[in-house]
């Protein structure tokens, strides 16, 4: 494998876990602790078409290569390089106006980047998205998605029965929560890939704003993130909670704050200055340390927030939270 065309450092043996947010990292942990589960997600990903997906791609897009597409092909070995994946995932570039990229699979996953995505992104921009798709992968994100579009398919098909319409969006709604923590924890990742912290803000705010970056500056952006978090009263906060129903993806605003509160907190310099769980590791994290992180996650974004609806359910989450950490806890102790 080669190393970075300039001086990134190489993240060795690097665990997922170090970049993840706490309430991706603690459902990750708990799945990974099921004798035998990965083994149950590759299957069901064999089963439900990664296979086929493969094929389709390599029939109808571009496989970027040494003499196809190079500097892609060259950014997905420098992000395989730095984070220290064995294998280097196959990227395939799409013909779509839109601007997107996506990681596929779990026995052999790839990378599909549009067209409209590499209009959109300067070089180092695009460095962080295919850092960004490389972490996914890291976190074995992709068949956790594939599992919440089997769902929200089921849920839509069983509509007609009430209760169990409900309790299907209670599961997809969780896990919707999950997919936009676990797109928070690639930005992580992202950056660490990357290296160049101004580039991963400017490709978030390019998605909220297009190409036309002269325009746009990222200080006013982070603006409108805190006067996203305070604006108005109740009934402004219970639209923001409506408006991300059905939603996979936290609004742009949130991920660029989110992103630079991380960088400045001292966990993206400690990790580049060596100081992060390793790989060899994992099989030691404990599923009830985990998931009291990701309650005190919760409760520290619940706090910090001048959501005036935050401010009013602040004790229902509490409890809820609290009600999740004992159904852990015991889970975690039958494990034992």
Same mark, same amino acid.
């Given at each position: 494998?080669?190393?970075?065309?300039?001086?990134?450092?190489?993240?060795?043996?690097?665990?997922?876990? &170090?970049?993840?947010?706490? &309430?991706?990292?603690?459902?990750?942990?708990?799945?990974?602790?099921?004798?035998?589960?990965?083994?149950?997600?590759?299957?069901?990903?064999?089963?439900?078409?990664?296979?086929?997906?493969?094929?389709?791609?390599?029939?109808? /897009?571009?496989?970027?290569?040494?003499?196809?597409?190079?500097?892609?092909?060259?950014?997905?070995?420098?992000?395989?390089?730095?984070?220290?994946?064995?294998?280097?995932?196959?990227? $395939? #570039?799409?013909?779509?106006?839109?601007? $997107?990229?996506? /990681?596929?699979?779990?026995?052999?996953?790839?990378?599909?980047?549009?067209?409209?995505?590499?209009?959109?992104?300067?070089?180092?921009?695009?460095?962080?998205?295919?850092?960004?798709?490389?972490?996914?992968?890291?976190?074995?994100?992709?068949?956790?998605?594939?599992?919440?579009?089997?769902?929200?398919?089921?849920?839509?098909? #069983?509509?007609?029965?009430?209760?169990?319409?409900?309790?299907?969006?209670?599961?997809? /709604?969780?896990?919707?929560?999950?997919?936009?923590?676990?797109?928070?924890?690639?930005?992580?990742?992202?950056?660490?890939?990357?290296?160049?912290?101004?580039?991963?803000?400017?490709?978030?705010?390019?998605?909220?704003?297009?190409?036309?970056?002269?325009?746009?500056?990222?200080?006013?952006?982070?603006?409108?993130?805190?006067?996203?978090?305070? /604006?108005?009263?109740? %009934?402004?906060?219970?639209?923001? #909670?409506?408006?991300?129903?059905?939603?996979?993806?936290?609004?742009?605003?949130?991920?660029?704050?989110?992103?630079?509160?991380?960088?400045? *907190?001292?966990?993206?310099?400690?990790?580049?200055?060596?100081?992060?769980?390793? %790989?060899?590791?994992?099989?030691?994290? *404990?599923? *009830?340390?985990?998931?009291?992180?990701?309650?005190?996650?919760?409760?520290? *974004?619940?706090?910090?927030?001048?959501?005036?609806?935050?401010?009013?359910?602040?004790?229902?989450?509490?409890?809820?939270?609290?009600?999740?950490?004992?159904?852990?806890? %015991?889970?975690? %102790?039958?494990?034992?």
């Amino acid at each position: 494998m080669t190393t970075p065309d300039r001086n990134r450092v190489q993240l060795t043996g690097i665990s997922s876990r &170090a970049y993840e947010h706490p &309430a991706d990292r603690s459902a990750l942990v708990a799945m990974r602790s099921l004798t035998g589960f990965d083994s149950v997600l590759k299957r069901m990903s064999g089963l439900f078409g990664e296979r086929r997906l493969r094929l389709m791609f390599l029939a109808s /897009a571009v496989r970027t290569t040494d003499t196809q597409f190079r500097s892609i092909y060259d950014m997905g070995r420098d992000s395989a390089y730095i984070l220290d994946l064995h294998r280097i995932p196959e990227i $395939y #570039v799409q013909q779509d106006p839109k601007a $997107y990229a996506m /990681a596929i699979g779990f026995d052999e996953p790839f990378i599909v980047v549009s067209t409209g995505l590499l209009d959109l992104m300067d070089d180092e921009e695009l460095r962080f998205v295919i850092g960004h798709e490389m972490s996914h992968i890291l976190s074995g994100h992709a068949v956790y998605g594939t599992m919440l579009a089997i769902l929200t398919r089921l849920a839509t098909r #069983v509509a007609w029965i009430p209760l169990g319409y409900i309790g299907l969006r209670v599961i997809v /709604a969780a896990l919707e929560e999950w997919q936009r923590k676990a797109e928070m924890s690639a930005d992580r990742g992202g950056l660490l890939a990357g290296q160049d912290p101004d580039a991963a803000l400017r490709a978030l705010m390019k998605l909220a704003g297009g190409s036309r970056l002269h325009e746009m500056n990222i200080e006013a952006f982070l603006d409108q993130a805190r006067e996203y978090d305070t /604006a108005g009263d109740v %009934r402004d906060g219970l639209l923001k #909670v409506l408006n991300m129903l059905g939603t996979t993806h936290p609004f742009a605003v949130t991920r660029v704050a989110e992103l630079d509160r991380w960088r400045r *907190s001292g966990t993206y310099n400690a990790i580049l200055a060596g100081d992060y769980p390793r %790989r060899e590791d994992d099989a030691n994290a *404990s599923v *009830s340390e985990e998931v009291k992180a990701a309650a005190n996650s919760y409760r520290e *974004s619940w706090a910090q927030s001048q959501d005036p609806f935050i401010g009013v359910l602040r004790d229902v989450a509490e409890g809820a939270v609290n009600a999740g950490e004992r159904i852990f806890n %015991r889970f975690a %102790r039958r494990e034992n």
